[in-house]
C-alpha cells in the first residue's frame, strides 16, 4: 500500500462562506473527511503548512512548501499540495525549479468550487491528485479537471469553469478517467534521480505587458527595484522604437544591470524574434529568450535564477536551458 503526505495551503478547495466572502477555513483532515473511502487505497498522513486564500501567495511560502518536502521525501511514496487556482500555476513552476530530479509524484491540486458545497469538483480533483500520486512517475504536477499538466506549463485560463487550467505548447501528460489513467505516449519518464533542493530565491523580479502608449519613462523606475524584468512583447517577441522608443529603454535596463527576459503577450508557439524587424532590432544576444515558456513559468524561473548569479551571461543561459521541459523545441 503507498504511503502518501497531503500538504494544505488553503484556497478555494478549503473555503467556507465568510462575512465578507469565501475564505479558507477548512483543515487537511476536514477536508479527506469529505471523501472517506480514499484511504483504503493507500495510506495518506496530513500536514496544514498554511491556510490562505493563493491570491496571497508569495514566494517565501513556495520556499516553506518545498522544505516540507525535501524534508519528508524518504517516509513517502508521493505528495499531494491542495492549492487555490488562482497562483497554482507559479506555485507548481516554482516547486519545479526548487526540487529538480524528483523520482516521486509531486502533485498540486485544487478546485473551481469548495469541496463543502454540493456541486464541487474539488471531490474528483483531491481523488485524481492522490490516484495520481501512487504513480511511478517523478516531477511536479498539476491534476486538474481529469488532466494531469508538467508543472512548468499550466495557465489558468477560466475563472469558474471545472476546466480552468491549460497546458501551454506542450502536451497533457495524461488523462485521468474512473479506472484507469491514460498517459501520453509522447512524454516519457525520466530515469530516476536523487532529488536536488534549492531553494535560493531572488524576488526582485518584475513583469511589464506592453501596451500602445505606455511610456519609456516608466522604465527608469524599475532600474533600482529589480534585478530581473520579463517583458510581455507584441506577437512573436516585437518591441516598439517608433514614436514611444521602448527598445532604447530596455537595453538602458541591461546596462544597469537589469535582466530583462523577452516574451510574448500570446499564449501558444512562443516568440520568434527574428521574423520582423521590430523583433530582430533587439539584441538578441543580451536580452534572455523565453522561446515557449509561458510566463508563469518564467517568473519563478527568473527568481530562482537570479538567487543564484547576476551575472547577465550567466543569467541568460540558465534561462535559456531546459528545466523540468519548460521550453521545447518541438510541440
Not at 516547486?95 to 524528483?102: G, I, R, V
Not at 532604447?248 to 544591470?257: P, Q, R, S, V
Request: net charge negative.
Amino acid at each position: 500500500m503507498k504511503k502518501l503526505m497531503l500538504f494544505t495551503t488553503g484556497g478555494t478547495v478549503a473555503s467556507l462562506e465568510g462575512e465578507n466572502g469565501l475564505v479558507p477555513e477548512l483543515h487537511a483532515d476536514d477536508l479527506l473527511s469529505y471523501i472517506p473511502e480514499l484511504n483504503v487505497r493507500c495510506r495518506i498522513d496530513t500536514k496544514e503548512l498554511m491556510n490562505i486564500d493563493s491570491t496571497n501567495m508569495q514566494p517565501e511560502f513556495w520556499i516553506d512548501m518545498a522544505n516540507a518536502i525535501y524534508e519528508n521525501y524518504d517516509q513517502y511514496d508521493g505528495f499531494i499540495i491542495t492549492h487555490g487556482t488562482d497562483t497554482m500555476a507559479y506555485t507548481s513552476a516554482a516547486l519545479s525549479y526548487m526540487l529538480q530530479d524528483a523520482s516521486k509524484p509531486i502533485v498540486v491540486t485544487g478546485s473551481q468550487i469548495p469541496i463543502s458545497y454540493s456541486k464541487t469538483d474539488a471531490k474528483r480533483n483531491i481523488s485524481d491528485a492522490i490516484r495520481f500520486a501512487c504513480e511511478d512517475i517523478g516531477g511536479v504536477y498539476i491534476v486538474f479537471d481529469g488532466k494531469v499538466i508538467q508543472g512548468t506549463r499550466a495557465i489558468k485560463l477560466r475563472t469558474k469553469s471545472y476546466d480552468a487550467f491549460e497546458s501551454i505548447n506542450y502536451p497533457y501528460v495524461a488523462s485521468m478517467h474512473d479506472d484507469h489513467i491514460d498517459y501520453n505516449k509522447s512524454i516519457h519518464n525520466q530515469k530516476k534521480k536523487h532529488i536536488q533542493l534549492d531553494t535560493s530565491l531572488c524576488t526582485d523580479v518584475a513583469v511589464v505587458k506592453l501596451h500602445p502608449g505606455i511610456k519609456p519613462e516608466f522604465f527608469d523606475c524599475l532600474k533600482d527595484l529589480y534585478k530581473g524584468v520579463v517583458v510581455e512583447s507584441y506577437g512573436s517577441g516585437n518591441v516598439p522604437f517608433q514614436v514611444r522608443n521602448i527598445l532604447a529603454k530596455l537595453i538602458e535596463l541591461i546596462e544597469h544591470g537589469v535582466s530583462v527576459v523577452i516574451t510574448t503577450q500570446c499564449l501558444e508557439e512562443g516568440e520568434d524574434m527574428g521574423i520582423y524587424e521590430v523583433g530582430r532590432k533587439i539584441d538578441h544576444n543580451r536580452v534572455v529568450r523565453s522561446k515557449n515558456m509561458n510566463t508563469e513559468a518564467i517568473v519563478p524561473k527568473l527568481m530562482w535564477v537570479l538567487g543564484k548569479t547576476t551575472d547577465p551571461k550567466k543569467v541568460k543561459e540558465m534561462m535559456e536551458t531546459s528545466i523540468a521541459a519548460d521550453i521545447t523545441l518541438y510541440f
